[in-house]
């Protein structure tokens, strides 16, 4: 199975699923209209183990295994929330086994 991560505060989160397995947050910060954050995970086919490169942004995985990163933005609204990054094209949908559009 994949490995996921996270970062919170330039250091890596171990998630399984949506169980957040490392790192108590300082406290709840409840969500609000208006608010806009990113949800960025990592998955690694290899160790979970991270490094951060010299320009401070930029993670790889120390065993050089293969990982993807892929990014939402997302906004609170008075109704719920907004995802401002889907594709108009559905290019946000994986493709399933044999199914190209």
Wanted: charged share 25%.
């Amino acid at each position: 199975a994949p490995n996921i991560l996270h970062f919170h505060k330039k250091r890596p989160v171990r998630l399984r699923g949506h169980e957040e397995q490392a790192d108590q947050r300082e406290g709840d910060l409840p969500l609000k209209p208006g608010m806009i954050f990113t949800v960025e995970p990592m998955i690694n086919l290899g160790r979970p183990d991270v490094a951060l490169l010299s320009d401070g942004w930029t993670a790889v995985t120390r065993d050089r295994s293969l990982s993807a990163q892929y990014e939402h933005s997302i906004g609170i609204t008075e109704t719920g929330v907004e995802i401002f990054t889907l594709s108009p094209k559905g290019l946000h949908t994986p493709h399933t086994s044999g199914e190209m559009s």
